[in-house]
């Protein structure tokens, strides 16, 4: 390589990892990134729940004490480091050193990266107390503060981050258990459906197949088109729809919520700086201030903006104004090129390695485990059961009407929702049923199927009449 084609490369590099934007959108973000940790953590790891094992009581109130610090802004740099710090402790050695009880410490993986991105970059020069003191420390000292500039490719790790979690997430879902629709069944039985679900349904499978493909598709979509810079606002945008959208369909999912809140959360960096920036102006000293402000750095006014994702031009977005710049205080990275890749590869290092992948799932360390999970286990096993009357040539019994009920939801939940152990007390009710409509002998057979490790396990299959091991009494219920 010429010393012409060295000086060139090495001046895009400048270019690329050298320029700078608003840091309101990283201060923002690192409140509602805090705000949720501390909602989704306070409980399950609060001091009375941790209090068996010293160290991890000692980690984590530690970790609750910075985070405060982080929250309000005040020594940032110091207190994200001893947050990421404790929180690695709790989340990589403790959450996953086998001992009983701790088993929780492994669970907020994507909280954990979010903190130690944070930990990476100035999150405190914008919306902190530190910006606060250093205004008033710039007034005493009859200087103009620092500006709230940030070098560009700190945004970038966050983006880089997000894209990740929904390429991993698709990865996952490539496999036949998510594209045959099985998985979104197990979900819906065991958030909203019952027993009776595919039999009031009937095309309960087909949609299934049609959202799991949907699912997959939007994953990749998104994964790829956040990595693309002309494309990412309009991808950011359809992201948050469609987590906002299974934040509110999961919402009883506490859990799941969370994730999803910390997705919405981490969508926001896709957001150009400077709508940030003009937005918290506009909050904080009014309209007539954030249009005097962009007319001073010569960008579009306030009213002519294209909304929150649109693309801003390149002086908003990727460089610094000449009048804004203080060469004593903006910390340039312009002269520093190689810092811009080393926390990159620093990110791939912490997140994205298999051995940590394989803890985070549970696996035996092995160096090709790479799946994200953006989609777990059913916690209620309720089975699918479908009744077929013999005596009507195989017709499915609706088994709410026949117990006498308008809907399935109008069952009661012990009897709408089965679970394995009470598939022989469903069966009797239904031939039960039947006998007491004057169907005698009833003659049913069952195809049933019940959740068993995030996969479908047919536990009847139509093989026998299931009424005839039953008889009535003069009483009119039914024995063995």
């Known amino acids: 390589m010429s010393d012409a084609q060295a000086n060139s490369f090495s001046s895009r590099l400048a270019r690329l990892f050298g320029a700078e934007v608003s840091s309101r959108s990283l201060g923002l973000l690192r409140v509602l990134i805090v705000t949720t940790v501390l909602f989704r953590l306070v409980s399950p790891w609060v001091s009375h729940r941790m209090d068996d094992n010293v160290g991890v009581l000692l980690a984590s109130q530690l970790m609750f004490y910075s985070s405060f610090f982080v929250l309000v802004g005040y020594k940032t740099r110091i207190a994200t480091a001893v947050m990421a710090s404790t929180f690695g402790i709790l989340h990589l050695h403790y959450g996953f050193s086998g001992e009983p009880g701790l088993e929780k410490l492994t669970e907020p993986t994507v909280f954990f990266q979010a903190v130690v991105l944070l930990a990476l970059t100035p999150c405190g020069r914008s919306l902190s107390v530190d910006r606060v003191l250093e205004t008033r420390r710039a007034r005493r000292e009859g200087r103009r503060p620092a500006p709230e500039r940030m070098p560009a490719w700190l945004l970038e790790l ?53 959202g799991a493909w949907f699912g997959l598709i939007s994953c990749v979509v998104i994964g790829v088109g956040l990595l693309v810079r002309p494309t990412r606002a309009y991808v950011a945008g359809f992201a948050l729809i469609l987590q906002c959208v299974v934040l509110w369909t999961y919402t009883i999912n506490w859990a799941g919520s969370y994730f999803n809140l910390m997705m919405v959360n981490m969508l926001l960096v896709c957001v150009p700086p ?16 954030a249009d005097a402000e962009l007319g001073a750095r010569g960008a579009m006014p306030r009213t002519a903006s294209l909304g929150l994702f649109a693309e801003g031009s390149v002086a908003e977005t990727c460089s610094t104004p000449a009048n804004t710049t203080d060469p004593s205080t903006n910390r340039s990275l312009a002269a520093r090129p190689w810092m811009g890749p080393l926390a990159l590869g620093v990110a791939l290092l912490c997140f994205h390695l298999p051995p940590y992948r394989a803890q985070v799932q549970e696996r035996e360390r092995a160096p090709l485990v790479w799946d994200w999970q953006l989609h777990g286990t059913a916690r209620r096993p309720v089975c699918d059961l479908r009744f077929h009357d013999m005596n009507q040539a195989g017709a499915v019994i609706e088994r709410w009407r026949l117990l006498g009920h308008a809907r399935p939801r109008d069952l009661p939940d012990k009897q709408a929702r089965v679970y ?41 299959a139509r093989e026998h009449d299931i009424c005839a091991t039953t008889k009535s009494t003069k009483h009119g219920s039914s024995k063995p």
């Not at 469903?426 to 039960?432: G, I, L, P």
């Open 420 to 460: 394995p152990h009470k598939i022989r007390a469903a069966s009797r009710d239904v031939c039960k049923a039947l006998r007491e409509r004057g169907d005698d002998p009833p003659r049913v057979e069952l195809f049933a199927r019940c959740p068993v490790d995030r996969e479908w396990n047919q536990v009847a």
């Open 158 to 210: 966050f983006v880089f981050q997000t894209s990740a979690i929904y390429l991993w997430g698709a990865y996952d879902m490539a496999e036949p258990g998510w594209l045959s629709g099985m998985r979104l069944e197990l979900y819906f039985l065991d958030h909203y459906g019952s027993s009776d679900s595919f039999v009031h349904l009937p095309k309960l499978e087909n949609v299934a197949v049609v």
């Open 274 to 289: 400077q709508r940030i920036h003009t937005l918290v102006t506009t909050v904080i000293k009014g309209p007539a201030a």
